[in-house]
């Protein structure tokens, strides 16, 4: 019997997504997450409980997203993801029986993605799963490191960068020991302060394993302060962690966004 390949995600367009958000959490009590641009804008949408793997517990259901609607994308509309398990085989055959594959394309963290368009013309989706796993240690590393900065606890935050370590954005790039990094996140503690940071989570996170001494860790944090009310202001950094697994520490942080711009924007300097 022919292997069958089971849906496992649905996706929708969106036009305003701070409207959609609002709608299916309150019609429909979906856990929704709005990601940044470096995925897309899109916006995930829980449905149902999952396990520590992220498969849902429920059987029969499925979770989902939300993309932003583009006119210059191909068959924007309502559309399921079905899961394979060799990307390449499968595009084949979709082209075969008669389809037209469009451009694949690599989620971090996630698998291998592409859209097609059946002989009907309805868009849909295919993924290969990486059965991604982040390391243990990692982990609970950044579960610590994201409630001392939610409570912007410096002490707790000097110890786990290493003794010297680099730091960059987009203005450039300095080395700095960990007493000038501690000098430095007092002010900015008490700068959050100042403005009114009311919340702060990690929305996301993914590793990249380099080697067995080092990983790089994409996060995707989300702020919230009182003249922004419920707006999550939305930020990426990437840490590279020396000895992810058994002693994790910080030896050099980017962060992808202006900080000083953007919170002139917001009017918070």
Do not use: C
Not at 1 to 25: A, C, D, G, I, S
Not at 83 to 109: C, H, Q, S, T
Not at 138 to 152: D, G, S, T
């Amino acid at each position: 019997m022919t292997k069958m390949n089971p849906v496992v995600h649905f996706e929708m367009p969106y036009e305003n997504r701070e409207r959609l958000v609002k709608f299916y959490t309150e019609a429909f009590g979906w856990q929704m997450q709005m990601l940044g641009k470096d995925m897309g804008d899109y916006v995930t949408a829980s449905t149902t409980e999952t396990d520590e793997k992220r498969m849902v517990k429920r059987p029969g259901a499925v979770n989902g997203g939300f993309f932003p609607k583009k006119t210059d994308w191909p068959a924007r509309y309502p559309s399921v993801v079905i899961d394979v398990d060799d990307i390449i085989e499968a595009m084949k055959k979709v082209a075969e029986a008669g389809g037209r594959v469009l451009e694949p394309m690599e989620i971090p963290g996630i698998g291998q993605y592409i859209s097609f368009i059946d002989t009907e013309g309805n868009g849909v989706s295919m993924i290969q799963s990486s059965n991604y796993t982040m390391t243990e240690a990692v982990k609970k590393f950044f579960a610590e490191y994201e409630k001392a900065f939610i409570a912007l606890e410096v002490e707790r935050q000097v110890p786990m960068f290493a003794e010297h370590f680099m730091s960059a954005g987009p203005k450039g790039n300095i080395a700095r020991s960990r007493d000038e990094f501690e000098k430095m996140a007092h002010q900015a503690a008490e700068f959050y302060k100042s403005v009114g940071q009311t919340e702060a989570k990690i929305l996301y996170m993914w590793e990249t394993p380099i080697s067995n001494e080092y990983s790089m860790v994409l996060v995707h944090w989300g702020v919230k302060f009182k003249k922004t009310g419920d707006k999550l202001i939305e930020f990426d950094v990437t840490y590279f962690i020396q000895n992810p697994v058994s002693d994790p520490k910080i030896i050099m942080f980017i962060a992808h966004q202006d900080e000083e711009k953007a919170m002139k924007e917001l009017g918070l300097r």
